[in-house]
């Protein structure tokens, strides 16, 4: 499933439009990215877990030469899917 799949799918069974479907995707999409850019958690009961988690400076290994590269540490969103999504899959 694709965004424009679940727009349909949402504006399907929402009763809504599909503009007004996007438009409400859209604002979630970036109501997510600006809470983990702030640091904070995102939690919905049941689906799961948005967060940030940071990943510390290492050595890597360069796959074509052997040599040693330094990765730079970083910060990178999860997921955690909560309990009901996982059993609604199972």
Same mark, same amino acid.
């Given at each position: 499933? !694709?965004?424009? =799949?679940?727009? !349909?799918?949402? @504006?399907?069974? &929402?009763?809504?439009?599909? +503009? &007004? #479907? =996007? /438009? #409400?995707? +859209? &604002?979630?999409?970036? *109501?997510? @990215?600006?809470?983990?850019? *702030?640091? =904070?958690?995102?939690?919905?009961?049941?689906?799961?877990?948005?967060?940030v *988690?940071? %990943?510390?400076?290492?050595?890597?290994? +360069?796959? %074509?030469?052997?040599?040693?590269?330094?990765? #730079?540490?970083?910060k $990178?969103?999860?997921?955690?899917?909560? $309990?009901k999504?996982?059993? /609604?899959? /199972?």
């Amino acid at each position: 499933m !694709n965004k424009g =799949d679940l727009v !349909n799918k949402m @504006a399907q069974a &929402a009763g809504i439009t599909k +503009n &007004a #479907a =996007d /438009s #409400a995707l +859209n &604002a979630f999409m970036e *109501s997510v @990215a600006e809470a983990l850019k *702030s640091g =904070d958690k995102v939690t919905l009961v049941g689906f799961g877990t948005f967060y940030v *988690s940071e %990943r510390k400076a290492r050595t890597g290994r +360069n796959p %074509r030469t052997g040599k040693p590269i330094e990765i #730079a540490a970083k910060k $990178t969103p999860k997921f955690k899917p909560g $309990t009901k999504l996982v059993e /609604s899959v /199972s």
